[in-house]
């Protein structure tokens, strides 16, 4: 048995179901989930007549690399939504099967064990992804708190020169969950050059890159930052995106990576290996979702609505600032105990959230989560106003008390 899998921690939803066993909410209230950040707006219709258009596809064994048309979609799209150079279809694309197994199977591939105690830099908070993918690729993780202090920002000026040294990955996200901070120029470039200095690998994590709130303003990418600052190769640099949050096709699991042509390379040459082909049906409905806008400016409304509507109300009785993107709201609760907090609000209201702590690990004497909870704003607008009433109630309720 592999040992590194005793490294592993529980997923934050068994933590949740822990939490909450041996718990009867309060039979007054319809329950309203709100912690896990799962897409419930309606799948385009298209996108299901062009899964069922190519049902053929069923019958053929799919090409690891994709199909030509896919690449080219996909190639097509980041021209258009970062106002750069197409990347080579053929070369600087890669589609794979959502950037959840993605993002894991590349540390698998980069990370070189041979070398005494590899590092692999995270967020922290973070996607658990990151820490299981360098755990298992039998790396150390470093956690780089993003705390409101620093404006939720992983300060690399921190990390030593030793640790540095050893880095072979650093995992982003940007819009970042789960505080929906966005990178920008300057932290690219410091990134970049920090890249270059100690020859790591970037892995930058985009799935919420298209869940905004001003058309006007999309979030930067890190191609597109790669591209303004001169870096054309993308060197040491990959992105992963995912249909999941755009298109509201989380059971597609179609996303794609795309960079470093020479990262790619050895990439698909894992996957070749690993047998994670996407289905050729598959591939022909990413075809027309990754060729349309307007479903993708339909869902930023909706998110919209529901921010304008809960994060106002929520203001008043918690900090839970507006993120830059994404649709989660990191809020603090009164206390500093988010799961004494979270237990309260199923109990009492039959809201679930997720406490920031299950996010995040105790580094340096610190778990940058404790004291928030995690609000995914998913569910209708109409639910997610009646959680957001619930919870102003309960803070409400406590504020009597104390």
């Not at 620093?150 to 000026?157: E, H, I, K, P, V």
Request: hydrophobic fraction near 40%; proline fraction near 8%.
């Amino acid at each position: 048995m592999n040992p590194y899998l005793d490294r592993l921690q529980p997923y934050p939803f068994q933590k949740l179901r822990e939490l909450f066993n041996g718990i009867t909410p309060n039979p007054q209230y319809t329950p309203v989930n709100l912690s896990i950040g799962e897409p419930k707006h309606a799948t385009p219709q298209f996108i299901k007549d062009a899964l069922i258009a190519n049902l053929d596809g069923l019958a053929s064994y799919p090409l690891t690399a994709g199909v030509e048309a896919l690449r080219h979609a996909i190639s097509a799209w980041i021209a258009r939504r970062y106002g750069i150079p197409a990347p080579d279809a053929s070369t600087q694309i890669l589609p794979v099967n959502g950037s959840r197994e993605a993002l894991f199977a590349f540390a698998q591939t980069v990370i070189n064990p041979c070398f005494a105690s590899p590092v692999v830099i995270s967020p922290n908070p973070f996607y658990q992804i990151y820490e299981g993918a360098a755990l298992l690729a039998g790396a150390q993780p470093h956690y780089l708190p993003t705390l409101p202090e620093n404006g939720y920002r992983m300060d690399f000026a921190s990390v030593p020169e030793t640790v540095l040294a050893r880095t072979q990955l650093v995992y982003v996200c940007s819009p970042d969950n789960p505080t929906g901070r966005v990178m920008d120029l300057d932290d690219w470039r410091e990134l970049f050059e920090l890249s270059d200095r100690h020859g790591f690998i970037i892995a930058a994590d985009e799935c919420y890159s298209e869940i905004y709130f001003d058309e006007t303003l999309p979030p930067l990418g890190a191609l597109q930052a790669a591209q303004q600052l001169g870096r054309s190769d993308y060197k040491n640099l990959v992105v992963f995106s995912s249909l999941s949050k755009r298109s509201n096709v989380p059971g597609m699991r179609s996303g794609f990576v795309a960079g470093d042509a020479a990262l790619l390379a050895k990439f698909l040459l894992y996957r070749t290996y690993h047998g994670s082909a996407m289905s050729p049906t598959i591939q022909m409905a990413s075809v027309a979702a990754w060729n349309d806008e307007a479903h993708v400016i339909e869902n930023r409304r909706l998110y919209a609505e529901k921010f304008a509507a809960v994060q106002p109300l929520l203001a008043q009785v918690m900090p839970a600032p507006m993120p830059d993107a994404a649709f989660y709201l990191w809020a603090q609760v009164p206390g500093g105990d988010d799961t004494a907090f979270a237990r309260s609000l199923y109990r009492d209201y039959h809201v679930t959230v997720l406490p920031g702590s299950y996010l995040a690990r105790d580094f340096a004497g610190v778990n940058p989560g404790k004291g928030f909870i995690r609000i995914a704003l998913v569910a209708p607008l109409a639910e997610c106003i009646d959680a957001a009433q619930r919870i102003y109630q309960l803070l409400e309720q406590h504020t009597s008390t104390n």
